[in-house]
């Protein structure tokens, strides 16, 4: 019978701590959440001899549904004018789209942000960074 509540005492710890785990991670349910400075690796898609370079994106709250992007990667020589996303919230994965006919469209997962867009002279670069 020791056992058994031996065993029931170490169920209960191990549940409680694996929920407590859970409660550190971020909650991303609002523009607010998502606003800030991601830093990470920006790829030239296409050119495998080429190396990531290190590039900064800059999400500003637009509304409750946009943020305005900035990418800048001193190494790619990348100094983006602004661009207005709609922001998508879709359970644990956030959705960002050009509201205009510009080609850039990402993903937040987890604080995770993947971004890919095509330059006016066709080469499409990719971003995948976190928020600092």
């Known amino acids: 019978k020791l056992k058994q509540w031996i065993f029931a005492f170490f169920a209960i710890v191990i549940t409680i701590s694996f929920s407590s785990c859970s409660e550190d991670e971020p ?20 050119f495998s001899d080429e190396e990531a370079e290190v590039a900064y994106v800059n999400l500003s709250k637009k509304s409750s549904s946009a943020v305005s992007c900035t990418i800048e990667s001193e190494g790619w020589n990348v100094n983006m ?7 998508t919230f879709n359970e644990n994965v956030i959705t960002l789209k050009s509201e205009a006919g510009k080609s850039i469209t990402g993903q937040i997962i987890k ?7 095509e330059t006016t002279g066709g080469n499409v670069f990719q971003f995948l960074g976190t928020k600092d």
Do not use: F, H, W
């Not at 909650?27 to 690796?41: E, F, H, P, R, T």
């Open 111 to 117: 604080g995770n942000l993947q971004l890919t867009y």
């Open 27 to 46: 909650n991303y349910d609002s523009v607010d959440d998502i606003a800030g400075v991601y830093v990470g690796q920006l790829n030239m898609i296409g």
């Open 81 to 87: 004018t602004p661009v207005n996303l709609v922001v």
